[in-house]
């Protein structure tokens, strides 16, 4: 590369020196000098000497950079990790096998290179010509492979994939709309302290008279943090082969299965080692619970009526009852109610289209009025639900764990649902927020 260079530079001195020569004789030039024809002469030799040079020269430069570009791959191959020990298995390659295979990959890139180098591009398609290497053609016949066989490329079709779970259907918590709804963090339990149910009113009293004194008293009641939780355990197989569906579904069953949780509790809790319901308070007798004549042919006996019947004593206690729940089979039966000549009870003019009933949702003396498959038959609880208070600690989470028990070593996956609520309906009740009606429908 040195020697071409001096080559070139005394070539170009030679050059200036003729330029130089030409222009002292121009004058020989107009009078028509035959040495001009020679000089020429002289003058295209030397530009093809120098052209000649010049492509050996880019020759040099393109061999040193293939030459710097193995050496760089070899490096790269060493460093990486320590040699292959596939040679234990198989043939393996041969050292000289390794360098005509990075020729190649060479050459391939120099022939994708055109925007680097023209002269590299074209050397590159060169190389891979010299080589033998071509383009494959596509197989016509392929284009018939329909996949409809075997031997029609049918092994090759995925297999069914699985879509989603057919779900079963659960009644939504209803509860959760109806009632207040306070969280309180990591806490044990909450004090509710209530007033009794008889209110006392202020009297009259005569001009230095002695004022009547009352001693504040007030009840307690405790709604204690109790943690509903569910596990799944589930196959990584299962996991992988279902793509999605598996987990969708476990993640879907636990949320459903905390709503059902949720209501039962809010409803029908014992009061022991769980929450306090709303119809554990209540009873089946007493100041709270009435019994309904019910009849399905009168305005009278029908359910829109023993609304009026259960709102009427909650009203007496200065509470403005706000919800109705009722079981959701007879919530459709106090839809339909009615006769021929009356039409239906709950939408007396514009019949069941004037009722959008989607959800188990509807209104009747204007009370929010809910279905709920945890109410039993036949009855029905009006309520200030607002006033109750569904305490909440922890928020729903779902935990996941391959190593928790024996789980790694059997090679499943735990889905872990938990929550932390807190609900006691005495309070509420023993303050005449809430009646119950039995003996509903006829």
Same mark, same amino acid.
């Given at each position: 590369?040195?020697?071409?260079? @001096? ?5 170009? +001195? @030679? ?17 028509? &000098?035959? !040495? ?5 002469? =002289?003058?295209?030799?030397?530009? @093809? =000497?120098?052209?000649?040079?010049? &492509? +050996? ?7 040193? #950079? ?52 023209? *002269? ?8 891979? #010509? ?6 494959? !053609? ?24 699985? @879509? ?26 909450? #004090?509710?302290?209530? +007033? ?12 230095? #008279? ?8 007030? !009840? ?9 939780? +569910? ?5 990584? =197989? ?10 969708k579904n476990i993640r879907s069953r636990l949320g459903r299965a905390f709503g059902l949780g949720e209501s039962y509790y809010v409803l029908r809790g014992s009061g022991t080692n769980e929450p306090k319901g709303i119809l554990t308070s209540i009873g089946t007798t007493g100041e709270f619970h009435t019994t309904f004549t019910p009849s ?19 009203? %007496?206690?200065?509470? %403005?009852? *706000?919800? $109705? $729940?009722? %079981? ?8 339909? =109610?009615?006769? *021929? ?30 279905? !709920?498959?945890?109410?039993?038959? *036949?009855?029905?609880v009006v309520g200030a639900y607002k006033v109750a208070e569904l305490f909440t600690g922890d928020q729903y989470r779902v935990d996941v764990s391959e190593e928790a028990g024996e789980r790694w070593d059997r090679n499943l996956t735990g889905f872990r649902g ?5 609900? %006691? ?18």
């Amino acid at each position: 590369m040195p020697d071409l260079s @001096q080559h070139i530079d005394g070539l170009s +001195e @030679q050059q200036g020196v003729i330029l130089k020569t030409m222009e002292d004789i121009a004058e020989k030039i107009k009078a028509g &000098d035959g !040495d001009l024809v020679e000089l020429k002469s =002289q003058l295209g030799d030397l530009s @093809q =000497q120098m052209a000649t040079i010049a &492509d +050996e020269r880019k020759a040099a430069a393109r061999e040193a #950079e293939y030459a710097q570009a193995l050496k760089d791959i070899n490096e790269l191959k060493a460093g990486v990790r320590a040699p292959s020990k596939a040679r234990a298995i198989g043939a393996g390659i041969e050292p000289g096998d390794l360098a005509a295979s990075a020729g190649f990959f060479y050459s391939l890139w120099a022939s994708k290179s055109r925007r680097v180098s023209p *002269d590299l591009n074209a050397w590159g398609k060169a190389q891979l #010509e010299g080589m033998g290497s071509v383009w494959a !053609d596509v197989p016509p016949e392929s284009k018939a492979t329909l996949g409809d066989t075997p031997a029609a490329g049918g092994n090759i079709v995925p297999s069914a994939v699985l @879509q989603s779970f057919i779900e079963i259907a659960v009644p939504l918590n209803p509860y959760r709309t109806l009632l207040t709804v306070t969280p309180v963090g990591f806490v044990t339990g909450v #004090e509710i302290p209530t +007033e009794g149910l008889a209110p006392t009113r202020a009297t009259i009293v005569g001009t230095g #008279e002695l004022k009547p004194k009352r001693d504040l008293l007030t !009840d307690k009641y405790t709604a204690t943090m109790y943690t509903l939780a +569910e596990i799944y355990d589930v196959g990584n =197989q299962l996991l992988r082969n279902s793509r999605g569906v598996a987990e969708k579904n476990i993640r879907s069953r636990l949320g459903r299965a905390f709503g059902l949780g949720e209501s039962y509790y809010v409803l029908r809790g014992s009061g022991t080692n769980e929450p306090k319901g709303i119809l554990t308070s209540i009873g089946t007798t007493g100041e709270f619970h009435t019994t309904f004549t019910p009849s399905a042919s009168t305005l009278a006996g029908s359910a829109a009526s023993a609304v009026a019947a259960a709102a009427g004593p909650i009203a %007496n206690r200065a509470v %403005n009852p *706000d919800g $109705v $729940v009722v %079981n959701a089979a007879d919530f459709w039966t106090m839809v339909a =109610q009615g006769t *021929d000549e009356a039409g239906f009870f709950i939408a007396p003019s514009g019949g069941p289209t004037s009722v959008d009933a989607t959800g188990l949702d509807m209104r009747i003396w204007g009370l929010r009025t809910l279905g !709920d498959p945890n109410m039993p038959a *036949d009855n029905l609880v009006v309520g200030a639900y607002k006033v109750a208070e569904l305490f909440t600690g922890d928020q729903y989470r779902v935990d996941v764990s391959e190593e928790a028990g024996e789980r790694w070593d059997r090679n499943l996956t735990g889905f872990r649902g938990e929550e932390e609520i807190g609900f %006691n309906a005495d309070p509420y009740v023993t303050t005449g927020h809430f009646q119950r009606i039995s003996n509903l429908i006829a």
